[in-house]
């Protein structure tokens, strides 16, 4: 799994207001997007699904973080066409660091993906980002995904869908508080993956594979000072091997990287 930075997504509480939609604050309700800016992506299904909430959520507005492509280009000729350009901000690349505070100022974030094999298997990364900073994910409801999340614990849209990524956009609005209940079940799903629990799974599995690998040298190295099996053995094998042998183990166990 990979899982944001700990250090820079520190994990916060959803923050809903008793169910109050946003527009009685007299703020913007923001919706955000972040990544890459190409078409698997589906920020023009973001597009059509914002202007179909638009009406419905007075003063919402659309904000896009990531490096101009001609992908970009070509959505925001529709949003021009479409009249949306007083809504729709791209604000360009950040570094994670700074991605915090833009994720912060944000109501919901969306991974409006578009069908393809590699959105049906992938987890992105930004789902955490977004559940760490507890704010709402809404997501694409696919393999990938619901290998980790359930309805209660992630807000879907049926993949490629604008018409249901608007409805979900419009249910976080209309229901803060049940969509900070749905965040708070996240975070937990977010902890059982955070990085410090899986580096020990990956520890586990690297050690298992390489006592495993031990084991069948040891049966080789065995089978040449036996005599048996003799095509497998190589000039010089048996006890002088065994050295070679540990030296090459001892390697593999070279100091773990410090973010360990």
Not at 76 to 104: C, F, Q, T, W, Y
Not at 145 to 157: A, K, T, V, W
Not at 215 to 230: F, K
Request: charged share 25%; glycine share 8%; with cysteine.
């Amino acid at each position: 799994m990979n899982s944001p930075d700990e250090e820079i997504f520190p994990l916060r509480p959803p923050r809903a207001d008793g169910g109050s939609p946003p527009r009685v604050r007299g703020k913007p309700f923001v919706i955000m997007y972040h990544g890459s800016l190409v078409e698997r992506n589906g920020l023009d299904l973001a597009i059509e699904a914002f202007e179909r909430v638009r009406d419905s959520i007075p003063g919402s507005q659309l904000r896009i973080y990531g490096w101009a492509t001609p992908f970009l280009a070509r959505v925001m000729d529709s949003v021009r066409a479409k009249g949306l350009e007083d809504a729709v901000h791209v604000l360009g690349p950040r570094r994670a660091e700074d991605m915090v505070a833009a994720i912060e100022e944000c109501d919901v974030g969306i991974i409006p993906n578009r069908r393809s094999v590699f959105t049906e298997i992938s987890t992105p990364t930004r789902i955490f980002e977004y559940l760490a900073l507890g704010k709402p994910a809404i997501a694409p409801r696919v393999v990938g995904i619901q290998d980790y999340f359930n309805n209660e614990s992630l807000i879907f849209f049926e993949l490629g869908n604008a018409e249901d990524l608007a409805r979900q956009i419009a249910y976080v609005f209309f229901h803060p508080g049940e969509a900070a209940e749905i965040v708070k079940r996240g975070q937990e799903v977010y902890l059982t993956h955070a990085w410090r629990e899986e580096k020990h799974t990956l520890v586990k599995l690297a050690s298992d594979l390489l006592s495993h690998g031990s084991v069948e040298e040891a049966s080789l190295n065995r089978d040449c000072r036996s005599g048996r099996d003799q095509p497998k053995c190589e000039p010089g094998d048996g006890t002088s091997s065994t050295g070679r042998s540990r030296s090459r183990r001892r390697g593999s166990f070279a100091s773990k990287p410090s973010s360990w």
